[in-house]
C-alpha cells in the first residue's frame, strides 16, 4: 500500500510540473509583442460576433489594435480594413491596414493599424462596421 501512495505523489509531482511549463508557455505567447506596451483590450458583442479589440500603439507612430473575432453562426468575411474607422478627438481617421487571416470562417486575428499619428491624450473610438452591429471602443491616447 505505501508504493502505491509514493506512485501517486509522483504522478501528482510531474503534474503539477507540467502545469508551470504549460502557464509559463501560455503567458510568453499571449504577451504582447517587444516594444508594445497593451493599452487595454474591449471586447463587445456585435450581434452574434465577439470582437475583442486591443490598442498596442496610440502614439505620434499612429494606431495599432490587435483584433480578434470570434463567432459559430456568421460567416467572417468582412475586410477589416475598409470596415475600420478610427475617430481621433472627433476627427475620422483613413487608410487602415489590416495584416491578419484572410475573409471567411468563424474565427479570425489579426493587426489593424492606421499611420496617422495619435497625439498624447486624444480621445480615441475605433469603430468596425459590416458585422450584425458595430464594435466599438474607445481609448484615451497615454
Do not use: C
Request: hydrophobic share 45%; no cysteine.
Amino acid at each position: 500500500m505505501v508504493h502505491i501512495t509514493t506512485s501517486w505523489r509522483g504522478v501528482a509531482v510531474v503534474v503539477a510540473i507540467a502545469l508551470v511549463v504549460l502557464g509559463v508557455v501560455a503567458w510568453f505567447l499571449t504577451r504582447p509583442e517587444p516594444g508594445q506596451v497593451e493599452l487595454g483590450s474591449r471586447t463587445v458583442q456585435a450581434g452574434e460576433v465577439e470582437v475583442t479589440m486591443t490598442a498596442l500603439t496610440l502614439d505620434g507612430s499612429g494606431a495599432t489594435f490587435r483584433i480578434k473575432f470570434d463567432t459559430h453562426t456568421v460567416d467572417l468575411g468582412l475586410d477589416p480594413a475598409t470596415a475600420a474607422r478610427l475617430t481621433v478627438n472627433g476627427t475620422s481617421v483613413n487608410g487602415a491596414r489590416w495584416d491578419g487571416q484572410g475573409p471567411g470562417g468563424h474565427h479570425r486575428e489579426g493587426t489593424l493599424s492606421f499611420a496617422t499619428p495619435i497625439p498624447a491624450g486624444a480621445a480615441v473610438e475605433l469603430r468596425i462596421t459590416g458585422l450584425p452591429q458595430d464594435a466599438v471602443g474607445s481609448w484615451s491616447a497615454p
